[in-house]
């Protein structure tokens, strides 16, 4: 089970340098293609209502870089978008090990094979309440859900993890525990591989 197993401590060093995280920096990450249906631009906004050590690590690719670029200067928070580019889903396990709060709150959504993988990866989810999340997703016990095109209500979800380490721990125990017994990894690896390669719903 590739996304719950270690990863290298040195491989999280090198990424962190890359990336520039500091002691105490705070990730935000997300994995999805760059379309505004996944939502990317409410994640970015929802910085805007984060101290400024919260940072959003983003990865994949899509016609909507450049705008997102420019939705991040507009909004003044630019050099707290980090945009790694497309990534490979080998490399993905390592992405999710540096970060601390998982967010996507898009407008539509099929499987969401990211959200198991963060689940697995032992990160806690903020998510929308769109497509199948619901099917694995329980607000306050495997995840928390935000409300759609509402960075506040985003930043609001990851803040209550920040602010609450006991009630973080027990979602994150909760996620990979429903990710081991209930997700078979060669279905979601299949249904990761179509999202990468699919331009209509992939992340990329």
């Not at 969401?112 to 989810?125: D, R, T, Y």
Request: with cysteine; hydrophobic share 45%; charged share 25%.
């Amino acid at each position: 089970m590739r996304f719950s197993a270690p990863v290298a401590q040195g491989n999280l060093d090198e990424l962190k340098t890359k990336f520039g995280k500091r002691e105490g920096d705070i990730f935000l990450f997300t994995a999805s293609r760059l379309v505004l249906s996944r939502g990317v631009e409410d994640s970015i906004e929802s910085l805007v209502y984060l101290p400024a050590h919260v940072k959003l690590l983003i990865a994949g690719s899509g016609e909507d870089r450049e705008k997102l670029g420019h939705i991040a200067s507009g909004l003044g928070v630019a050099e707290r978008v980090i945009f790694a580019g497309h990534v490979s889903h080998h490399e993905l396990p390592a992405y999710f090990r540096i970060s601390d709060v998982f967010v996507r709150p898009s407008l539509i959504e099929g499987m969401g094979s990211a959200f198991i993988e963060a689940f697995a990866a032992g990160l806690p989810v903020v998510a929308t309440a769109v497509g199948g999340i619901p099917d694995f997703l329980t607000d306050g016990i495997t995840g928390l859900f935000c409300d759609i095109r509402n960075p506040e209500s985003v930043a609001a979800a990851a803040q209550k993890y920040l602010d609450d380490p006991t009630f973080t721990a027990r979602i994150v125990l909760n996620a990979k525990k429903l990710a081991a017994e209930r997700y078979d990894w060669s279905d979601i690896a299949h249904a990761a591989r179509a999202e990468v390669f699919n331009p209509l719903t992939g992340r990329g």
